[in-house]
């Protein structure tokens, strides 16, 4: 399909976007703009009725941005929906992330065990995260809303101490088959880090500038108390803000804002967690 064989025809698209004209205002806001932008789509899902045609695909995105005198690369892997009927484009939308929902957890069995461990090795934690940010390490359950289970792995690789086994409803751990809530759901781990006194601990600041790489940033994109998402700091900018790394829609040195994201609302709120680790 030459949609997604030729990506430039897709983001020549995509500039008229709500999510583009946020991303572009928001770079502005930062003294930042795109030098250049690089894609290429992967179609994963394909099928036909009568005289309509519709495709699921995968857009990875390279963004090589200039803030000041520095340039980072900024990338993005984002699901879109393009429907033809008779061979006309009728509706090319990009796929929203959705909030979690316990049922849509596939909890396949798997029988990997993890080492406790201590201490916080923030080095290693980003590390972990730049190398499987658009894949998925086998070790691990691979869920459908995957962003808590990809931080709380960044986070074991970086040395944070696991407790609370077996009770899901405790701590924070991955052993076997089973894993606590606050391993893999959004919600959960925003309040374990907020709660916890001993081992993986979250010190909450007031803003974004305040934290560094390794620590973790939590989104409520509705503003209604449910907390949806969360992400790993990997970089920073030129302006000392955090760029994030994130599962779901796969993303490495995103702004951590997420004002380009589907997601997004005027009622977002952010909680933002400098991670330590004590005994």
Same mark, same amino acid.
């Given at each position: /399909?030459q949609?997604?064989?030729?990506?430039k025809?897709?983001?020549?698209?995509?500039?008229?976007? =709500?999510?583009?004209?946020?991303?572009?205002?928001?770079?502005?806001?930062?003294e930042? *703009?795109?030098?250049?932008?690089?894609?290429?789509?992967? /179609? @994963?899902?394909?099928?036909? $009725?009568?005289?309509?045609?519709?495709?699921?695909?995968?857009?990875?995105?390279?963004?090589?941005?200039?803030? #000041?005198n520095?340039?980072?690369?900024?990338?993005?892997?984002?699901?879109?929906?393009?429907?033809?009927? =008779?061979?006309?484009?009728? +509706?090319?939308?990009?796929?929203? /992330?959705?909030? $979690?929902?316990?049922?849509?957890?596939d909890?396949r069995?798997?029988?990997?065990?993890?080492?406790?461990?201590?201490? !916080?090795d923030?080095?290693? +934690?980003?590390? $972990?995260?730049? $190398?499987?940010?658009?894949?998925?390490?086998p070790?691990?359950?691979?869920? &459908?809303v995957?962003?808590?289970n990809?931080?709380?792995?960044?986070? %074991?690789?970086?040395?944070?101490?696991?407790?609370?086994?077996?009770?899901?409803?405790?701590?924070?751990? !991955?052993?076997?088959?089973q894993?606590? !809530?606050?391993?893999?759901?959004?919600?959960?781990l925003?309040? @374990?880090?907020?709660?916890? &006194?001993?081992?993986?601990?979250g010190?909450?600041?007031?803003?974004?500038?305040? %934290?560094?790489p390794?620590?973790?940033?939590?989104?409520?994109?509705?503003?209604? #108390?449910?907390?949806?998402?969360? &992400?790993?700091?990997?970089?920073k900018?030129?302006?000392?803000?955090?760029?994030?790394?994130?599962h779901?829609?796969n993303?490495?040195?995103?702004?951590?804002?997420?004002?380009?994201?589907t997601?997004?609302?005027?009622q977002?709120?952010?909680? *933002? *967690?400098?991670?330590?680790?004590?005994?």
């Amino acid at each position: /399909m030459q949609l997604i064989e030729d990506w430039k025809t897709f983001f020549k698209q995509s500039q008229g976007s =709500n999510w583009w004209k946020r991303k572009t205002f928001a770079l502005k806001e930062r003294e930042a *703009f795109i030098v250049r932008v690089a894609g290429q789509g992967h /179609m @994963y899902h394909r099928w036909r $009725y009568d005289d309509q045609e519709s495709i699921h695909y995968l857009m990875h995105f390279n963004f090589f941005i200039k803030q #000041g005198n520095g340039f980072y690369i900024e990338e993005h892997v984002q699901s879109f929906h393009y429907q033809l009927k =008779n061979g006309i484009c009728v +509706a090319h939308e990009q796929l929203e /992330m959705k909030p $979690y929902v316990r049922s849509q957890v596939d909890e396949r069995r798997q029988t990997n065990q993890r080492e406790k461990s201590s201490g !916080y090795d923030r080095r290693a +934690a980003v590390q $972990y995260a730049d $190398y499987w940010w658009n894949q998925y390490n086998p070790e691990f359950q691979q869920f &459908t809303v995957d962003c808590t289970n990809f931080v709380s792995q960044c986070l %074991l690789a970086g040395g944070a101490p696991m407790q609370g086994i077996p009770d899901r409803n405790q701590g924070w751990w !991955y052993e076997g088959e089973q894993w606590s !809530y606050s391993w893999s759901v959004a919600h959960s781990l925003r309040w @374990y880090l907020s709660g916890a &006194t001993r081992g993986l601990i979250g010190i909450e600041v007031e803003s974004a500038s305040q %934290l560094e790489p390794g620590d973790i940033i939590c989104y409520d994109f509705e503003g209604d #108390g449910r907390w949806d998402h969360n &992400t790993i700091v990997t970089a920073k900018d030129q302006n000392g803000e955090p760029l994030v790394n994130a599962h779901t829609d796969n993303s490495r040195h995103r702004f951590w804002s997420y004002e380009d994201s589907t997601a997004w609302t005027p009622q977002m709120k952010y909680k *933002f *967690f400098q991670i330590d680790v004590t005994s």
